[in-house]
């Protein structure tokens, strides 16, 4: 059953991901939960290793967290496959300004967790760029042999002021 609640700030040390055409991030970003919402720790060190991947451009390294058979609904409303967006992130097409995520729910399931909520960032380059966005997001990840792998993402942009 998904626990859901009121917002509360917490400060990652190392910066989330919005997943840009799957994600990017600024450092220091703020992850806000909803109070009763636990994120399994696997799954929110997961978040954190790739967003210091996803900043450092260290492709390897995303890739130890985005399963080989992962896929985006992405921002530019495209669908796109783990290769597509590693591409993207070496051409400098990724790049965010206050990003925020906000998760509203964490759902676990046998082999499987699901997270939803939004991101809130000024995008530099792409879709929105200049303007704050709101992308609501799904993430879906599973175990995959003895660890937790992201497999699925829907980030599309729903406002952009």
Do not use: H
């Amino acid at each position: 059953m998904p626990l859901c609640g009121p917002n509360m700030e917490q400060l990652m040390r190392s910066p989330l991901v919005a997943f840009a055409l799957t994600c990017l991030v600024a450092p220091g970003a703020i992850a806000q939960t909803a109070s009763p919402v636990r994120m399994p720790p696997e799954i929110g060190a997961a978040y954190g290793r790739l967003g210091k991947a996803i900043v450092s451009q260290d492709a390897e390294s995303v890739k130890t967290v985005w399963a080989e058979d992962f896929i985006v609904n992405s921002p530019s409303n495209t669908v796109l496959r783990r290769d597509q967006v590693i591409a993207a992130m070496r051409q400098d097409l990724l790049d965010y300004k206050d990003f925020r995520k906000n998760i509203t729910v964490v759902d676990e399931k046998p082999g499987a967790v699901v997270v939803m909520g939004y991101d809130t960032m000024i995008p530099l380059k792409g879709p929105g760029a200049g303007k704050q966005v709101v992308r609501p997001f799904t993430d879906v990840w599973m175990k995959r042999g003895e660890a937790w792998m992201l497999v699925a993402r829907q980030a599309t942009i729903a406002a952009a002021n």
